[in-house]
């Protein structure tokens, strides 16, 4: 587990002052505490007498009485920690090797420490040391406590390195909401890499044209087309706008001809969307303002798809993203008409809620998507 720096407060299982066995110098009472820090690599260290052992043994368990608890559920209050946090000076043990115990922090008094041991030992039900009036040494009980204490502040240094390499690499399930045939295919081929890229990662995709709950439903990342609504909660990332084109088949035109006005379209067939019950209004811009459609829909289907292919064979005048039927008017197959009514275009954003930390997972799917800003 890291050891915090003298600016920061000590984490979770932070070092307590612990007086030495060792008699003070004449300025003032030694103290020393537990520390878990020091490569497995050093060298061997002299026999340590049994004062020292005494000394360490103790730094580890009250360090760990407040943090560790053992067959019971109530907490003793952590101590207070007086002095400047210690600084890690070697690198982090490997997993399952034995720490050296190192450190001297601060001051405190032997009798708060005493009273610290003795709560311990009275919520563990059993005696940690024995006592004389010259030293003290761990029991058996209390060398099997010390060496699970050790374990378990091992495992707590491992989940700490796993959340670290979380928020920096993308892992994890991202969960998405697209619009259905837009996220298919203007998103889909471009979030289908990130999985080649990053192995670890995981991908929800929800295709539905309703306006989801980025809270109430769990989801990391939105894409809205069109205007939103002003949202103290969430935040939205530019990715485009989306085009709307008049367009209807050759066939058709060349039977009905081609509306030169807005006022022709009264006397041509429209195909329109459905919204529930509601067709689209279609939009246009004139020199009047904004306008909306005077078409007759005499066909209304819920599936922009099915609006594209009933234009395709030639039923009448359809209003569809421009993103969608490119090809279809680069070869040939649908013409646009009214072109300097087109109505203004409408935004897409990305959306993901202010209230959570961004996670690696999302930032690499936002990079991904959102294009790059010029110099």
């Known amino acids: 587990m890291p050891i915090a720096s003298p600016s920061a407060p000590p984490t979770l299982c932070s070092v307590v002052a612990i007086p030495s066995a060792v008699p003070a110098s004449a300025g003032g009472s030694a103290v020393s505490a537990a520390v878990i820090d020091g490569p497995s690599t050093q060298p061997q260290p002299r026999p340590m007498n049994a004062n020292a052992a005494s000394t360490q043994c103790q730094g580890v368990l009250a360090s760990n009485a407040d ?30 090797e034995t720490s050296a115990i190192t450190a001297v922090v601060g001051s405190s008094s032997q009798p708060v420490v005493g009273k610290a041991v003795a709560r311990l030992e009275q919520r563990l039900g059993v005696r940690l040391f024995e006592r004389t009036t010259r030293r003290m040494a761990l029991t058996e009980e209390g060398q099997a406590f010390h060496e699970s204490c050790l374990r378990a502040l091992a495992e707590l ?35 289908m890499p990130l999985l080649e890229r990053h192995p670890a990662l995981d991908l929800d995709l929800q295709f539905s044209s309703r306006a989801v709950d980025l809270v109430e439903e769990h989801i990391d990342i939105a894409l809205r087309i069109g205007q939103l609504e002003d949202s103290a909660s969430q935040v939205a990332r530019r990715l485009g706008e989306q085009a709307l084109w008049l367009c209807a088949a050759p066939a058709y035109l060349a039977r009905r001809g081609a509306p030169r006005t807005l006022d022709d379209l009264r006397d041509h067939d429209g195909i329109g969307r459905l919204r529930g019950d509601v067709a689209e209004a279609w939009q246009f811009n ?12 005499r066909l209304r289907v819920s599936d922009l ?30 013409q646009r008409v009214l072109r300097d009514a087109q109505p203004a275009p409408l935004p897409i954003h990305l959306l993901w809620s202010r209230t959570t930390r961004m996670t690696a997972r999302q930032r690499v799917a936002i990079d991904a998507l959102v294009p790059p800003r010029g110099p």
């Open 67 to 96: 943090c560790i608890s053992a067959g019971t559920s109530s907490a003793a209050k952590p101590m207070a920690i007086t002095g400047p946090a210690p600084k890690r000076s070697q690198p982090r043990p490997a997993s399952g």
């Open 286 to 297: 004139s020199a009047a303002g904004a306008q909306r459609s005077k078409c007759r829909m």
């Open 157 to 191: 240094d491992q989940a700490e390195s796993a959340l670290a390499e979380r928020r920096s690499v993308p892992s994890g399930r991202l969960r998405m909401a697209l619009p259905t045939l837009y996220g298919r295919m203007c998103v889909l081929p471009v979030l």
């Open 305 to 334: 798809a099915a609006v594209r292919d009933a234009a395709l064979a030639g039923q009448g005048l359809a209003q569809l993203p421009g993103w969608f039927v490119e090809e279809d008017v680069g070869a040939g197959r649908l």
